[in-house]
């Protein structure tokens, strides 16, 4: 009895095998999605991180001992503070001594200087004429000179009592003082910095030494600013590998009109190493990996037709092709990956 039931179990397995078999339908549809090949610049590019530096930073500190005079910004009326934008030669901070004053004695420098001046012009008006000699008019001459340089040695130790911006910038860092205080000589006062133009060193994979140039395009962007795409360029690129990591040094100078970016920000860079204006692109991601080779998929006359393809510039998300496929052709994107060669396919949006 039960060899006839086992018997009677094999039978039904076989028939509902074979039923299987029948219900296979080798013309299904398949739902896809296809664009248009038409030609369209790439770029490939070497992806980088680094932090972002000023292209001129300084730290103010002062030249003599005085008492501390915080001065007032004209562009805002109030005393200057952080993030505070100045000019080139414009005076931020005052420090006054009157005993240091007192022993430039700049008055009376300026006035020995217009004596000096008015009695070498006289000195020349006379040699001119025949009045004084060669002699008595180079005697005067050296003496106006003497006080031109006394004067002017006295007034640089005056500028010396009021710190300066040495170029335009923006102020980043003002250590507190008491007003009227005094600040020992070479205290540090204030730092400026100037970011309308920023550099960034990044180091390189070994492999790309041969690749990266000087002059060769750079993107860069911090992921958390809007439209914070920035533009540059290589500048310096260093010839010697660094032993422990393998890379070499490339330092990039960005373009940064609004000052957008800031000094510090970690950021990634795309340097720009190769780029077409017009070729055959596709993303990267319908790209199949088969035994003949890379293929994708282009539909003809309602079928899908798989091409294997030679591929050329690159990027993370897209490739150029350079073999295999011709423009105006559909190319599926979506549905792909259970797709057979001439299987019938519904086109979808």
Request: net charge negative; aromatic share 6%.
């Amino acid at each position: 009895m039960k060899k006839i039931i086992a018997l009677l179990f094999f039978l039904i397995f076989i028939a509902g095998c074979g039923n299987d078999e029948i219900d296979v339908d080798d013309e299904i549809t398949v739902p896809v999605s296809v664009e248009e090949l038409k030609p369209k610049p790439i770029e490939e590019f070497i992806d980088a991180t680094g932090t972002l530096l000023p292209t001129k930073e300084v730290i103010l500190r002062a030249e003599i001992t005085g008492k501390y005079n915080l001065l007032t910004n004209p562009q805002t009326g109030k005393k200057y503070s952080l993030g505070d934008k100045v000019k080139a030669g414009q005076a931020i901070i005052k420090l006054e001594d009157p005993e240091y004053e007192n022993t430039i004695r700049i008055d009376l420098k300026k006035l020995q200087l217009e004596q000096a001046e008015s009695e070498f012009e006289k000195q020349k008006s006379l040699y001119d004429k025949g009045g004084v000699t060669l002699t008595e008019l180079k005697t005067t001459e050296l003496n106006y000179m003497d006080q031109k340089y006394t004067y002017e040695n006295a007034q640089l130790q005056l500028d010396k009592m009021a710190v300066n911006a040495p170029f335009d910038g923006v102020i980043v860092d003002m250590p507190y003082n008491t007003p009227g205080v005094t600040v020992n000589q070479n205290t540090a006062l204030v730092k400026i910095m100037n970011y309308e133009k920023l550099y960034l060193d990044v180091n390189l994979p070994e492999k790309q030494l041969g690749v990266v140039k000087d002059g060769q395009e750079t993107r860069v962007m911090n992921y958390t600013l809007e439209d914070d795409t920035l533009h540059g360029k290589i500048t310096q690129i260093s010839p010697a590998i660094e032993q422990s990591t393998r890379t070499f040094k490339a330092s990039l100078l960005i373009d940064n009109p609004d000052w957008k970016l800031r000094p510090g920000m970690f950021v990634k860079a795309e340097i720009v190493i190769a780029k077409k204006d017009s070729a055959i692109v596709i993303p990267k991601d319908i790209i199949l990996s088969r035994q003949r080779g890379l293929t994708v998929f282009v539909i003809v006359k309602g079928a899908s037709q798989e091409r294997v393809i030679t591929t050329g510039l690159e990027n993370p998300d897209e490739v150029e092709i350079v073999n295999g496929l011709e423009k105006n052709e559909r190319i599926v994107t979506k549905g792909f990956e259970t797709l057979r060669n001439r299987q019938k396919v519904k086109i979808i949006k």
